[in-house]
């Protein structure tokens, strides 16, 4: 085969490839897609500015991508160097004084700066925000966590660990207004303007609802949600997902991604999707491909 031809087919794929996602960039027209943002992808150089590529297209195609990002190995990374113990229970860290401000230094200071100056880089316009800014995440603290082994609720004391108590998105509506993707620390601050760690997803999820997102992606560090044979289940309904943490199926970290994907859905957001971020250009696969890559999670399936 002669080159010319080589490169016609290689042409007529991409053609074809552009032209079977056009039905996908329809559904998403003009639609909030809120994607949080994390784990290894996050610290991979290769699949740090392929993510940007991605959510600068997203943007161009008429999707409006909010990005929430995490950042728990930065800080512990952090807390190492400046020799502060840390600690986790029930998988959030115990987070004093000390912790929080160095918390709020990493995440809203070098992680997020990381991500917006990649999305400028790739063409977007792209501007950082604490959840501190224009009291976008308000927080309470959290004093209860739930025990997957016992299935009950126990009185905790985590230090500056919060949960959302409410979202003010009024900001977030006006960047989008101005084609601004707004990049979003989980740090909330509460009435009495003390400064809590906020879970990303838990956050990614509260914002999602308030923004009335069609979409939440929580890429993360493994294929989605599996079943006691490893294999990958590509949809869930609340209710099965419910059962399947009931059964032990599902257990670990990944029931407090569950519920976040329970809260939100029923939250009114319409599917939210558990999705390995490891995979390139995972995040065009789930939105403009028929089967997506992870696991669909949505109040009836």
């Not at 032209?19 to 996050?42: C, I, N, W």
């Not at 949960?163 to 989980?186: G, W």
Request: aromatic share 2%; hydrophobic share 45%; with cysteine.
């Amino acid at each position: 085969m002669s080159e010319t031809n080589t490169t016609t087919d290689m042409g007529l794929d991409r053609a074809k490839v552009l032209s079977e996602a056009l039905p996908f960039m329809q559904r998403y027209d003009k639609r909030t897609v809120v994607v949080k943002y994390g784990g290894h992808a996050m610290g991979d150089e290769a699949l740090a500015a392929s993510f940007a590529r991605d959510i600068v297209l997203l943007k161009q195609s008429g999707i409006n991508p909010i990005v929430v990002h995490g950042g728990g190995p930065q800080i512990g990374a952090m807390l190492k160097k400046l020799n502060i113990e840390s600690s986790f229970s029930g998988g959030l860290r115990v987070t004093d004084k000390a912790t929080v401000e160095v918390v709020e230094m990493v995440l809203a200071g070098s992680i997020n700066g990381q991500i917006v100056s990649a999305l400028n880089q790739a063409g977007g316009r792209a501007v950082g925000l604490s959840g501190k800014d224009g009291n976008l995440i308000m927080a309470r603290k959290v004093d209860h966590q739930h025990d997957p082994d016992s299935n009950v609720e126990n009185a905790v004391d985590l230090g500056f660990v919060g949960e959302p108590a409410a979202i003010n998105p009024e900001i977030l509506e006006t960047m989008i207004r101005s084609d601004i993707i707004p990049v979003i620390a989980p740090i909330g601050v509460s009435a009495e303007g003390d400064t809590y760690n906020i879970n990303a997803d838990t956050a990614a999820g509260a914002i999602a609802a308030a923004t009335g997102a069609k979409r939440l992606l929580l890429l993360t560090d493994v294929r989605g949600v599996l079943d006691k044979q490893g294999n990958l289940m590509t949809g869930l309904s609340v209710e099965r997902a419910r059962a399947l943490m009931a059964d032990g199926t599902i257990s670990g970290g990944m029931i407090p991604k569950l519920e976040t994907c329970i809260d939100a859905v029923s939250d009114g957001v319409e599917a939210v999707v558990i999705l390995d971020g490891r995979v390139p250009h995972a995040v065009l696969l789930e939105l403009f491909t028929a089967h997506g890559v992870g696991t669909l999670i949505q109040f009836k399936s």
